[in-house]
């Protein structure tokens, strides 16, 4: 069984951070690429970032570039998704999700297994 368990959500105010966790387990965490995507209520699930197996490459959604900053530490079978300077409009479920393959990162169709979510509130 494939488990991707996401935490660290919550509520924050606006220019504060969060740092989100996706512990994974059921597979061979180094062998995967990651992503984070977001749904906020009544839109579209949409890309974040995302991260190669070794960490090596990062991709960022053009509404967090130097904002958000992802990571994993193959070691732990974890990766993190740190928020910094946060805004009202970053309110959404935050997804963690797993690929075997970085091409088209952003794609949500082409990944394998998702988590749950976890809920990030941002307050002005």
């Known amino acids: 069984q494939v488990q991707l368990v996401e935490s660290g959500g919550g509520l924050v105010q606006a220019g504060g951070s969060l740092r989100l966790s996706c512990a994974a387990s059921g597979f061979i965490f180094s062998l995967y690429h990651m992503g984070w995507f977001r749904q906020a209520p009544g839109k579209e699930r949409e890309f974040v970032a995302a991260?190669?197996?070794?960490?090596?490459?990062?991709y960022y959604a053009d509404s967090v570039k130097g904002r958000f900053t992802i990571s994993r530490d193959n070691a732990k079978n974890t990766v993190y998704l740190q928020m910094n300077s946060l805004k009202p409009e970053d309110t959404a479920v935050y997804y963690c999700a797993a690929k075997y393959g970085y091409n088209r990162p952003q794609i949500i169709g082409e990944y394998d297994y998702w988590g749950q979510g976890t809920q990030v509130t941002v307050s002005s």
């Open positions: 991260i190669n197996w070794s960490g090596s490459n990062t």
